[in-house]
C-alpha cells in the first residue's frame, strides 16, 4: 500500500468510524448520556443526525436566502441584452480571453434562443507561478468571454439577470465571476464604476442568477462578462469544464435593498433573526421615515398567529439618524415569534436560553468543511499532501488544521486561534449540551493536532502558506510545493503555549496527550521567553500573516496570559511572577487620566508606553487577549500587591467600551473606538496595521477620522476602522472586542457589559442596518458569500461589513468578492469563543 493511498485510507477509516459510532448512538437517542438538545429547528434537528453530527456537510438551505428572497422582487420592467435579441448573430460583441474557447449552443438553452457556451482544459501541465513576495499563490489561468456593451447607457435598470448551466466534469465545487465595467470618469451618488461579483452554483443544473447594480454607474456601459481560474485538480475532476450562458436580461426590480448607511428598508425590520436570549433586552429597528405605518407593533405566535404582546414603537434620534424601536424585552415566554409593525412581518425567531445552539453546528459545520488534509464529502478529496515545510534538514506536511478562508491558505496561529474557541465552547457546553459538547472537543483535537505536528522541537514552527491550488497529492511531480513558512517568534510561542495549556487542563480522555500538552506548553514557553529575551518586542516578519499587526501592548498581555496559563496548569510560581511582570508594561500604556471631551474618555489601551497610537484594528483582532489576560491574573493571583490595579484596568476597560456605545445606537455594534488625528505620524505602528496602503495614506487616514465623531481637538470616535486596500471587514474586529465586553462584564458583575457582548451576537444575524444575517443558514436573508474554493456551506462567515470608501458608515453589497465577504475561520472562532462566555 502506496504511502498516499495509506494515509488516504486512514483517514478516511476514521471519518467512517466516527461517523458509524454516532449515528448508532443517534439512533438510541443518547450520545455521552443525553439526547441531542433541540436546536429549535427540526429539519437541522434531523440533518445533524443524518450527517453523524457533522460528519459530512450539512445540507445547504436556500430557501431563506437573499438570493432566494432577491428573485422574488417584482420585476417592473426588462429588457434582453441587444446582442441576445440577434438570432441571426448571436455572438455578435462577444468575445473570448485566456484558455479554451467560445462557441454558440443551439441545443443546451433556457431560453430555447441558444447559449453562450465557454469550454476549457481543467489541467495545462505547467506550475502556477506567483509572485516573487508570494511565489505559490497562483492559479494555472484564467477562461472567460465578455460583451461589450458600447458605452450603453442602463441607468433605467437596477438589476442584471441571467442563467447559467454548468457542466463541469468531477467538479463539487462550481462557481463563476461576473465582472461589470462602466467607462469614463465617476459621478456623485454612485458606490462603484465596476466590480467582480463571485456566483457560487450547483453543478449540471440551470441556475438562476442576478445582480443588482443599483449602485454602479452606468451611463457608460463598457463591458460585462464571466470567468472563471484554473485551481488546479480535486480527485474527481475531469479533463474539462464547460459553462452555458443564456437569458441575460436588464431588469428594474421593486424596493431594491440599500447597500450603505444606517437606515433600514422602508418595508423591513432590523431584528435578530436568530431570535433573542431569555431575560435579555429584545428590540427591533424601524426606518423613521416610512409614511403610513402605525407606531403600534404585535409579537405573534408562530405557532397560529395569535397576539402575544403588542406595544407603541418609540422614536429615538441617535448620533447616526432618527429611528423607531420596537421593545418587547418585557414578553420573556421561550418560543417562536413573528414581529408584525404595519405591512412589515419577520420570519419566525426564537426567544430562549439556548437559542445560539444551531448556530454553533453550523459555524461548526463550516469549520469542518475547511478541513485540510483530510477528504470532506462533497467538497472535495485528501488534499494537499505534497504541501510541505523544511527546516534543518527535516520535512513535516503541511496537510491538516483548515483552510484559512476562501483560498486554500493556511496559517498555523489561526488554527490554534480556531481550536481554542473551541475547547471554551466544549467547556461551556458539556453537562448541558454533551452531543455538541463532544463533537466540538473532537474537530479542536484535529486543530491540534496540526498545531503540535508543525513543531519541529527547537523553536522553530511551520506557520504559513499563501495558496489558491489543489495539488495532485504525488510527491515529485509538478505541483509540490516546499515553501511553507518556518519562524522561531516569541509571539507566536506563547500564544501556543497558552493554547497548549488550556488544552491539557481541558481534553481529559487522553492521559498520554494531557501528559504531552503539559511538556510541549513548558517547552514553548521557554522557546518564547529565550527568543524574547534575545530580540525583545517587534519581530514579526511576514506581513501575510496575521499576527503582523500586534502592538507591543498587546504583545505583553499575551505573555501575561501565557505564563498565567501556565501558573494555571502546573501551579509553578516561575509562572505567577512573570504574568505579573509583564502585565505592567500594558497598564502603562493605558490612560487613567480623561481626554479633554465631554465623556472624560479614557481606559482604552495604545500601541506603547510612547503613547503615539491606540490599538486599532483592520481585519484581525485579538482585542481580548487585554482582557483574558488581566481577569486570569486577577483569578490565578487574589492576594498578590498588584490585584487591585489589575480589578481597576478591567473597569476602566469596561467604562471605555460603554462609553462608546451611544455612538452606533440603536444598534448594538461595538465602534472600532478612539483614533488620536495624527496616528499616521507614528510610521512603526500604522505601518505594521495598514498593508499595502495607498501613497496618500496619511492624508487618506486623517480624512477617514474626521468622518468619525469629535471628542476633542485631536481625538474622535471611530464606529469602523480606518482602512485602506483589500485587508477589512469588521466581524473578527467586533466579535473579539464583544467577548472583552462579556469577559469585563462576568468579572466586574455588570450586566450591561454583559449585554453589550450579547448585542454583537444579534449585529452578526440580521440586527444591522441591511437585516442580513452574515452566518449562512442561520435565521433568515443570509447572503451568497465567497467561498471560491470549497463551495457555499453551511454555516459560512465572511470577513464582514466594512465601510464606504472614506466615510464611516456601514456598507454591505450585494456585490460578493474579497476580503470583506470572503469566508474566513477566523471569524467562525470568534464566534464560537463569544457564544462560549454565555
Not at 414578553?331 to 405591512?343: I, R
Not at 484535529?446 to 502558506?465: C, M
Not at 500601541?607 to 484581525?620: G, P, T
Request: aromatic letters at 12%.
Amino acid at each position: 500500500m502506496d504511502q498516499e493511498y495509506s494515509a488516504y485510507f486512514s483517514t478516511r477509516c476514521y471519518c467512517l468510524s466516527k461517523t458509524v459510532t454516532l449515528l448508532l448512538l443517534a439512533v438510541c437517542g443518547v450520545v455521552s448520556g443525553q439526547q441531542l438538545r433541540p436546536t429549535g429547528d427540526e429539519s437541522l434537528d434531523r440533518e445533524i443526525i443524518r450527517t453523524g453530527f457533522i460528519h459530512s456537510p450539512l445540507p445547504l438551505d436556500n430557501s431563506r436566502s437573499y438570493e432566494s428572497y432577491g428573485l422574488k422582487k417584482k420585476v417592473l420592467h426588462s429588457e434582453p441584452l441587444p446582442a441576445a435579441s440577434r438570432a441571426s448573430s448571436p455572438l455578435a460583441g462577444w468575445s473570448h480571453s485566456g484558455l479554451g474557447a467560445m462557441t454558440f449552443s443551439k441545443t443546451t438553452t433556457v431560453s430555447g434562443n441558444g447559449s453562450i457556451r465557454l469550454s476549457y482544459p481543467t489541467f495545462t501541465g505547467k506550475r502556477a507561478k506567483g509572485p516573487a513576495s508570494d511565489p505559490d499563490y497562483a492559479v494555472y489561468g484564467h477562461a472567460g468571454v465578455s460583451y461589450a456593451a458600447g458605452s450603453a447607457d442602463w441607468e433605467k435598470f437596477n438589476r442584471i439577470a441571467f442563467y447559467i448551466y454548468p457542466d463541469c466534469a468531477g467538479a463539487r465545487v462550481v462557481n463563476i465571476n461576473f465582472t461589470f465595467v462602466n467607462e469614463g470618469a465617476g459621478k456623485p451618488g454612485y458606490n462603484r464604476q465596476s466590480g467582480g461579483h463571485l456566483v457560487n452554483l450547483a453543478n449540471r443544473e440551470w441556475n438562476r442568477c442576478f445582480l443588482d447594480i443599483g449602485e454602479y454607474q452606468r451611463d457608460r456601459v463598457a463591458k460585462i462578462g464571466f470567468s472563471v481560474s484554473l485551481k488546479g485538480r480535486d480527485r474527481t475532476t475531469g479533463d474539462s469544464a464547460i459553462y452555458y450562458i443564456d437569458r441575460i436580461e436588464l431588469q428594474q426590480v421593486e424596493d431594491p435593498d440599500p447597500v450603505s448607511g444606517w437606515m433600514p428598508a422602508g418595508n423591513r425590520l432590523a431584528y435578530s433573526t436568530t431570535g433573542y436570549m431569555k431575560g435579555d433586552r429584545k428590540t427591533a429597528i424601524a426606518n423613521a421615515g416610512q409614511n403610513g405605518r402605525s407606531n403600534r407593533f404585535e409579537l405573534l405566535d408562530a405557532r397560529n398567529g395569535k397576539t402575544v404582546y403588542s406595544g407603541q414603537a418609540k422614536r429615538e434620534k441617535t448620533t447616526i439618524g432618527e429611528f423607531d424601536i420596537l421593545d418587547f424585552s418585557a414578553f420573556d415566554q421561550p418560543g417562536a415569534y413573528h414581529l408584525k409593525a404595519g405591512d412589515a412581518t419577520t420570519p419566525p425567531f426564537r426567544i430562549g436560553a439556548d437559542i445560539w445552539d444551531g448556530s454553533l453546528w453550523r459555524v461548526l459545520n463550516f469549520i469542518f468543511c475547511q478541513r485540510c488534509g483530510y477528504p470532506v464529502p462533497g467538497k472535495h478529496g485528501t488534499c494537499h499532501a505534497d504541501l510541505c515545510s523544511k527546516h534543518d534538514g527535516r520535512m513535516i506536511s503541511y496537510a491538516g488544521g483548515w483552510h484559512d478562508a476562501g483560498d486554500l491558505s493556511q496559517q498555523t496561529l489561526q488554527t490554534g486561534d480556531v481550536t481554542f474557541a473551541m475547547l471554551e465552547a466544549y467547556n461551556r457546553l458539556k453537562g448541558s449540551n454533551d452531543p455538541l459538547a463532544m463533537r466540538l472537543l473532537e474537530e479542536a483535537e484535529w486543530g491540534l493536532e496540526f498545531v503540535l505536528r508543525n513543531r519541529y522541537g527547537d523553536g522553530y514552527r511551520a506557520s504559513s502558506v499563501g495558496l489558491l491550488i489543489w495539488q495532485d497529492g504525488v510527491s515529485g511531480t509538478t505541483d509540490d510545493i516546499s515553501t511553507v513558512r518556518v519562524q522561531n517568534l516569541a509571539f507566536d510561542n506563547f500564544l501556543y503555549a497558552a493554547y497548549e495549556a488550556y488544552a491539557a487542563m481541558t481534553i481529559d480522555r487522553d492521559p498520554m496527550l494531557q501528559e504531552y500538552l503539559r511538556r510541549v506548553a513548558k517547552e514553548d514557553f521557554e522557546f518564547a521567553m529565550k527568543r524574547h529575551n534575545e530580540v525583545g518586542y517587534g519581530e514579526f516578519i511576514h506581513f501575510y500573516e496575521h499576527s503582523y499587526n500586534t502592538s507591543e501592548s498587546q504583545y505583553m498581555a499575551t505573555v501575561s496570559w501565557a505564563a498565567s496559563m501556565l501558573y494555571k496548569l502546573t501551579g509553578d510560581t516561575c509562572y505567577a511572577g512573570k504574568a505579573a511582570e509583564f502585565i505592567r508594561y500594558t497598564l502603562d500604556c493605558q490612560p487613567r487620566q480623561p481626554l479633554n471631551d465631554p465623556n472624560g474618555t479614557r481606559g482604552f489601551f495604545y500601541r506603547d508606553r510612547l503613547r503615539k497610537s491606540i490599538v486599532h484594528y483592520i481585519h484581525q483582532s485579538r482585542e481580548q487577549v487585554y482582557m483574558q489576560a488581566l481577569s486570569l491574573l486577577c483569578e490565578t493571583q487574589p492576594r498578590h500587591a498588584d490585584r487591585n490595579h489589575w480589578a481597576e484596568s478591567i473597569r476602566l476597560y469596561g467604562d471605555y467600551l460603554k462609553s462608546l456605545m451611544p455612538y452606533t445606537a440603536p444598534y448594538g455594534m461595538i465602534p472600532s473606538g478612539v483614533y488620536h488625528v495624527e496616528e499616521h505620524r507614528d510610521s512603526a505602528g500604522f505601518y505594521r496595521l495598514h498593508l499595502f496602503p495607498p501613497a496618500n495614506a496619511g492624508e487618506l487616514y486623517v480624512e477617514q477620522v474626521k468622518k468619525g465623531v469629535p471628542l476633542d481637538g485631536e481625538h474622535y470616535v471611530k464606529r469602523f476602522p480606518v482602512w485602506f486596500g483589500i485587508f477589512n471587514g469588521n466581524t473578527a474586529i467586533h466579535l473579539s472586542t464583544g467577548k472583552a465586553a462579556a469577559i469585563c462584564g462576568k468579572f466586574l458583575k455588570d450586566e450591561e457589559l454583559l449585554r453589550i457582548g450579547r448585542e454583537q451576537l444579534y449585529w452578526t444575524v440580521g440586527k444591522n442596518p441591511f437585516g442580513q444575517s452574515l452566518i449562512y443558514g442561520e435565521g433568515h436573508n443570509y447572503p451568497q458569500m465567497d467561498s471560491f474554493s470549497s463551495g457555499e456551506i453551511t454555516g459560512e462567515m465572511p470577513v464582514g461589513i466594512r465601510s464606504l470608501d472614506n466615510e464611516d458608515i456601514p456598507y454591505w453589497p450585494q456585490t460578493n468578492n474579497a476580503c470583506y465577504k470572503e469566508v474566513w475561520v477566523t471569524s467562525a472562532g470568534k464566534w464560537l469563543g463569544l457564544v462560549a462566555e454565555y
